[in-house]
């Protein structure tokens, strides 16, 4: 064998392993864990305008004067969700605080006295998952024809979505 | 507005979550509501050049203009352009600061003693 010929075989069996050792992909593996927590979420715009009685209707036992400017919004991803409403102290006597509560995606139990509804009490029920965006709440606070004046007093409600 | 902060408090919800660091079920919001009664009597002052109204028999704040007659004078005025109600003010304030207002005075501009009548 020539010398020629001995460095050309060589330099053969020098590349040839490198070549049989290139890579033309490679992968990694990686495991994630996803869950969905519990989520529910409601929030008001703000305070419902003053109810003050100012006027009498001839021939009415009861004196009422209603406000709907206030919305609430909702989201959830349970079924089976109610909203509930409570108040933080009693209403005077002889007056009476009522409020509703629009709903498109639930049942509204309409017009619920919350009046003494230090526990809360059902104003909205058969929520599943989902939102409801700017649903009216209504109140209504209603004076018997025998109460006297009653000076502006303010009571905080509480509005729960719940299971 | 209101959709803004209802979103934002939506993904506030959501990066919670991703944290890992709560799950609700349940969710509470507070609204403070407001209400008064007030008997509609109207208030009527005797003549005088110069007649003072007790408000406090009024309650509380307005929900509507009252209606001032000052003798034959048959004219509906706003309480803002009643003396002794700083002028600046405009009704509207006015109206939300009067349960704080004891009085306020009505002057004839003319000799003859005004009969005033306010009501609602």
């Known amino acids: 064998m020539s010398p020629k010929s001995f460095r050309f075989l060589l330099a053969c069996c020098i590349l040839f392993p490198l070549v049989a050792l290139s890579q033309t992909g490679s992968s990694v593996v990686q495991t994630l864990t996803v869950e969905v927590k519990p989520v529910t979420k409601i929030a008001v715009s703000g305070n419902p305008g003053a109810l003050f009685i100012t006027d009498a209707n001839a021939g009415s036992d009861v004196l009422s004067v209603s406000d709907n400017n206030s919305k609430y919004s909702m989201m959830t991803n349970l079924d089976n969700m109610k909203i509930v409403a409570s108040i933080n102290s009693p209403m005077p006597t002889g007056t009476r605080l009522m409020v509703k509560l629009e709903s498109s995606k639930g049942l509204s139990n309409g017009f619920v006295d919350v009046s003494n509804a230090m526990s809360p009490v059902d104003v909205v029920s058969g929520l599943g998952k989902g939102s409801d965006l700017d649903q009216a709440i209504t109140y209504t606070f209603a004076a018997n024809a025998s109460v006297g004046q009653i000076n502006a007093d303010a009571r905080v409600v509480t509005l729960t979505l719940t299971d | ?120």
């Open chain 2, 1 to 120: 507005m209101k959709l803004i902060r209802f979103l934002l408090s939506l993904s506030v919800l959501v990066g919670c979550v991703a944290a890992d660091i709560c799950a609700q079920t349940s969710s509470s919001a507070s609204q403070t509501v407001t209400f008064g009664v007030h008997r509609s009597t109207p208030v009527v002052v005797a003549s005088a050049q110069t007649s003072t109204i007790s408000v406090s028999e009024m309650g509380f704040e307005r929900t509507s203009p009252l209606k001032i007659t000052v003798g034959s004078d048959v004219r509906s005025h706003v309480l803002s352009e009643i003396s002794n109600v700083p002028s600046q003010r405009s009704f509207a304030e006015y109206k939300s600061s009067l349960s704080a207002v004891k009085s306020f005075s009505i002057k004839s501009s003319s000799a003859e003693k005004p009969v005033v009548t306010l009501t609602e």
